[in-house]
């Protein structure tokens, strides 16, 4: 215990001492934490949105005008008995009109309002529970016979459409933004790494006769080497605390009033901001502590 | 509080030693009661790049000897120093310390192996952004030493070595002389069996260096077995102890000089003072033995 405390005030002693270059680690820290805590949300908003969009995908199938209530009811149920659908969903002609409206804009909507009679179809909107199945329900809906021409499931489905093409594009940008973001990532982490360390490494390489001094008095490697561990500890724990103090300012002043007006800013919240700190914080720790242990090897050896 | 065990075994022996009339106990009586504190077999060091440090030496000291090494720069005295706190290590033939081979001894043991050796390095090796009074300290700390005992040693040691009214200041703060005393201090804070001092007055004056020559003088009439290593030849031959001569690398004499006999601190001082020409201007300072 009493050696713990000489420990913990010899760490507190040699950052009271170097003051400059303590603050030039802390503040490398700071700088790379910060950078870290804006690109994990970012990167887990551009996974959370990829999934979105594949959830999405589904079939609908469109039923010919003069298909009876009785022939649809029937036909649902053939299309839910089928491998590979959660479900199908029945949307009449007059559940069509609204759906649609709420697609177009204002302008249209009014020359909607202009047709005489309703143009739409109902339909099924057909959810999967897997996007790669798309195909092998589509060919069960709509077979194709020997000469090649599709042959549907029911005489009453006029047309099957997928919304695949959509999603692979979507699918597509997401990916490709996703691996950008992790190159970026990447390289942050090795550079700030790299800078981490020779920070650490300056500070110690100015203390290097000490170290010398030290073991000419027949102080072991762990005797010397603990006070600057506890020191990269204390260093990683100090700019951490900083750079998530900053980031939750940020949240708090910019992204959360952001949220409230914006649906789409509110998706990039998929990381928790608990969990988020608890990894930032640590991975500093970790870091800096090693980046001492590591360094010191060198004035140890002999 | 083992060492200091040993320390006091030690000045057993040094007294029985000295009512026996002898100068230097002989080998075989020796042996009966404890290894000489320091014995070196034949040994050779090589650095690398192919420089050799001492060739082929023997030699042994026995418990509570003081004794010089001299000869010019780059004779192999430092390798010596080196090769007794196993700084470097032997090419070839044995390094023993107090009898045990300390070429055996694995990489973890050796600070275990240092703090049973106190070193005074030329340059005083101090920690610059520590006072007078953590320096000492931090010799006690690397042993883990309770907290109660360093709080009473380090303030005695400092008494001893005439720091008292320092104990607080930094090593830039103090004069060369003063600065090797905290180093002394440091050295024998933890009472080793054997102190090894390299070029002590490499870097101080006469005067200074007669201080420091009385300081561990006083020292080794505790028991402790004193090894200096300089190339200042006037003191040597003032001092009247035995000397140990290195020429490249080489043991080329080892002699007691004639003339050796003890005598207190005091004496020791005011006859060193007279043969140097140098007036005694009240530097005796502390108690006297």
Same mark, same amino acid.
């Given at each position: 215990?009493?050696?713990?405390?000489?420990?913990?005030?010899?760490?507190?002693?040699?950052?009271?001492?170097?003051?400059?270059? %303590?603050?030039?680690?802390?503040?490398?820290?700071?700088?790379?934490?910060?950078?870290?805590?804006?690109?994990?949300?970012?990167?887990?908003?551009?996974?959370?949105?990829?999934?979105?969009?594949?959830?999405?995908?589904?079939?609908?199938?469109?039923?010919?005008?003069?298909?009876?209530?009785? +022939?649809?009811?029937? /036909?649902?149920? +053939?299309?839910?008995?089928?491998?590979?659908?959660? %479900?199908?969903?029945?949307?009449?002609?007059?559940?069509?009109?609204?759906? /649609?409206?709420?697609?177009?804009?204002?302008?249209?909507?009014?020359?909607?309002?202009?047709? +005489?009679?309703?143009?739409?179809?109902?339909?099924?909107?057909?959810?999967?529970?897997?996007?790669?199945?798309?195909?092998?329900?589509?060919?069960?809906?709509?077979?194709?016979?020997? %000469?090649? $021409?599709?042959?549907?499931?029911?005489?009453?489905?006029?047309?099957?459409?997928?919304?695949?093409?959509?999603?692979?594009?979507?699918? +597509?940008?997401?990916?490709?933004?996703?691996?950008?973001?992790?190159?970026? $990532?990447?390289?942050?982490?090795?550079? %700030?790494?790299?800078?981490?360390?020779?920070?650490?490494? /300056?500070?110690?390489?100015?203390?290097?006769?000490?170290?010398?001094?030290?073991?000419?008095?027949?102080?072991?490697?762990?005797?010397?080497?603990?006070?600057?561990?506890?020191?990269?500890? /204390?260093?990683?724990?100090?700019?951490?605390?900083?750079?998530?103090?900053?980031?939750?300012?940020?949240?708090?002043?910019?992204?959360?009033?952001?949220?409230?007006?914006?649906?789409?800013?509110?998706?990039?919240?998929?990381?928790?901001?608990?969990?988020?700190?608890?990894?930032?914080?640590?991975?500093?720790?970790?870091?800096?502590?090693?980046?001492?242990?590591?360094?010191?090897?060198?004035?140890?050896?002999? | 509080?083992?060492?200091?065990?040993?320390?006091?075994?030690?000045?057993?022996?040094?007294?029985?030693?000295? !009512?026996?009339?002898?100068?230097?106990?002989?080998?075989?009586?020796?042996?009966?009661?404890?290894?000489?504190?320091?014995?070196?077999?034949? !040994?050779?060091?090589?650095?690398?790049?192919?420089?050799?440090?001492?060739?082929?030496?023997?030699?042994?000291?026995?418990?509570?000897?003081?004794?010089?090494?001299?000869?010019?720069?780059?004779?192999?005295?430092?390798?010596?120093?080196?090769?007794?706190?196993?700084?470097? =290590?032997?090419?070839?033939?044995?390094?023993?310390?107090?009898?045990?081979?300390?070429?055996?001894?694995?990489?973890?043991?050796?600070?275990?192996?240092?703090?049973?050796?106190?070193?005074?390095?030329?340059?005083?090796?101090?920690?610059? *952004?520590?006072?007078?009074?953590? *320096?000492?300290?931090?010799?006690?700390?690397?042993?883990?030493?309770?907290?109660?005992?360093?709080?009473?040693?380090?303030?005695?040691?400092?008494?001893?070595?005439?720091?008292?009214?320092?104990?607080?200041?930094?090593?830039?703060?103090?004069?060369?002389?003063?600065?090797?005393?905290?180093?002394?201090?440091?050295?024998?804070?933890?009472?080793?069996?054997?102190?090894?001092?390299?070029?002590?007055?490499?870097?101080?004056?006469?005067?200074?260096?007669?201080?420091?020559?009385?300081?561990?003088?006083?020292? *080794?009439?505790?028991?402790?077995?004193?090894?200096?290593?300089?190339?200042?030849?006037?003191?040597? =031959?003032?001092?009247?102890?035995?000397?140990?001569?290195?020429?490249?690398?080489?043991?080329?004499?080892?002699?007691?000089?004639?003339?050796?006999?003890?005598?207190?601190?005091?004496?020791?001082?005011?006859?060193?003072?007279?043969?140097?020409?140098?007036?005694?201007?009240?530097?005796?300072?502390?108690?006297?033995?």
């Amino acid at each position: 215990m009493g050696r713990v405390t000489f420990f913990v005030s010899e760490a507190i002693r040699a950052l009271r001492r170097s003051a400059a270059p %303590s603050i030039a680690a802390v503040v490398t820290i700071l700088v790379t934490t910060m950078l870290l805590g804006v690109l994990i949300p970012v990167l887990r908003a551009s996974e959370g949105k990829t999934t979105d969009v594949r959830d999405q995908i589904g079939l609908r199938v469109f039923l010919s005008k003069d298909a009876t209530k009785a +022939e649809s009811d029937r /036909l649902g149920e +053939e299309i839910e008995a089928l491998a590979h659908v959660t %479900s199908a969903k029945y949307i009449s002609e007059d559940d069509a009109v609204p759906l /649609l409206k709420d697609r177009l804009d204002s302008e249209l909507n009014r020359e909607l309002d202009l047709l +005489e009679r309703n143009p739409l179809p109902a339909s099924f909107e057909v959810n999967l529970d897997d996007p790669d199945n798309v195909g092998s329900v589509q060919a069960a809906l709509q077979p194709s016979d020997a %000469s090649g $021409a599709p042959k549907p499931l029911s005489p009453i489905i006029d047309d099957v459409s997928d919304s695949r093409q959509e999603a692979r594009k979507i699918t +597509e940008v997401t990916g490709a933004v996703k691996i950008v973001l992790i190159v970026i $990532a990447a390289l942050l982490a090795i550079a %700030s790494l790299l800078l981490v360390a020779n920070t650490i490494r /300056l500070s110690i390489y100015a203390r290097r006769r000490e170290v010398e001094v030290m073991r000419l008095v027949g102080a072991t490697n762990w005797f010397i080497r603990w006070p600057f561990m506890i020191e990269g500890v /204390l260093v990683g724990l100090f700019g951490a605390t900083l750079a998530v103090g900053i980031l939750w300012l940020g949240k708090v002043t910019i992204v959360d009033p952001l949220a409230e007006s914006f649906a789409l800013v509110d998706n990039f919240s998929t990381v928790g901001f608990a969990p988020l700190v608890i990894v930032l914080i640590s991975a500093a720790v970790v870091v800096s502590a090693m980046g001492s242990g590591i360094t010191l090897r060198r004035f140890l050896r002999v | 509080m083992n060492l200091i065990g040993t320390r006091r075994r030690n000045r057993a022996t040094h007294e029985r030693r000295r !009512a026996a009339g002898h100068e230097r106990a002989p080998a075989e009586r020796n042996e009966e009661i404890r290894p000489p504190i320091v014995e070196l077999r034949d !040994a050779t060091v090589v650095y690398p790049g192919g420089h050799v440090g001492i060739e082929r030496v023997s030699l042994s000291i026995d418990r509570g000897e003081f004794a010089f090494v001299v000869g010019p720069t780059g004779c192999g005295k430092s390798t010596l120093i080196k090769t007794l706190i196993r700084e470097v =290590d032997v090419a070839s033939g044995r390094v023993l310390i107090a009898g045990r081979d300390i070429d055996n001894i694995a990489m973890a043991k050796v600070p275990l192996l240092r703090r049973r050796i106190g070193t005074v390095f030329q340059d005083f090796k101090l920690l610059p *952004n520590r006072t007078v009074y953590d *320096n000492v300290a931090y010799a006690l700390q690397v042993i883990g030493a309770p907290r109660s005992e360093i709080r009473t040693q380090v303030p005695e040691i400092l008494r001893l070595v005439g720091l008292q009214a320092k104990i607080h200041n930094y090593p830039d703060q103090l004069s060369g002389g003063e600065q090797q005393r905290v180093s002394i201090a440091r050295a024998f804070v933890n009472h080793p069996p054997l102190l090894l001092a390299d070029e002590p007055t490499g870097n101080l004056d006469p005067e200074t260096s007669i201080g420091i020559m009385q300081l561990l003088y006083r020292i *080794n009439r505790t028991g402790t077995t004193v090894l200096v290593v300089t190339h200042d030849h006037s003191m040597v =031959d003032k001092m009247r102890r035995r000397v140990i001569a290195f020429e490249e690398g080489r043991l080329v004499r080892d002699e007691a000089t004639s003339g050796y006999h003890d005598e207190s601190t005091t004496e020791f001082a005011v006859r060193v003072r007279a043969e140097m020409g140098v007036g005694d201007e009240g530097h005796t300072n502390g108690d006297t033995h």
